[in-house]
């Protein structure tokens, strides 16, 4: 299951906006919710708020919906509030929690408040789930390097996969200076 939280361009900023709209529990695949908009992979990295920063801005200009997808396992996700010893709550739970980090993630960013704003979170591996929900995406954004811990290269593996598989334009945000 795959959930949304939806802000929408009208919706003031500094309130959490999430916790006051509709939370969309989908049994569909991430490509069936993604339908066009510029859709950006967020893994909680300095590269990856870069490049949402940079979409959300584009989204903005161009008056389209910006998809910030946050791909999840049982490794990575914040503990769900059900979690107690002796109880591993269900991967809902696990996703609940790892949509509402990516909201705090995304709302400390202050992007635009005239982007629509829609967060998604995947359980598995980020590149298939970002090529996935390509597929019903304008464009993919991607920060250069990720969370991942492969000092040296170039680009990390996500943005190599998206750029060789993506079935939509591919940008990869560079990192600035300052983040190096």
Known sequence: MDLVL?????QPRGT????????????????????????VGHDGSKASSEAVVWAAGHAARLG??????????????????????GY???????????LEQLGRDVEA?????????ELHAAHGQSSAKLLDAAKGAEMLVVGRRGAG?????LTGSTADQVV????????????????S
């Open 149 to 153: 811990g492969f000092r040296g290269l």
């Open 109 to 117: 960013l202050h992007l635009p408040q005239d982007c629509t704003v």
């Open 64 to 85: 389209i919906c910006l998809h910030v997808l946050r791909a999840w396992s049982l490794t990575n996700a914040p503990r769900p509030a059900s979690m107690a010893p």
């Open 88 to 98: 591993v709550p269900p991967s809902e739970d696990f996703e609940r929690a790892v």
């Open 164 to 179: 060789r598989h993506s079935p939509c334009p591919v940008v990869v945000v560079p990192i600035s200076d300052h983040h």
């Open 16 to 39: 959490m906006p999430w916790d006051d709209l509709r939370v969309y529990a989908r049994s569909m695949r991430t490509a069936e919710m993604i339908d066009g908009g510029i859709l």
């Open 6 to 10: 939806i802000r929408r361009a009208s």
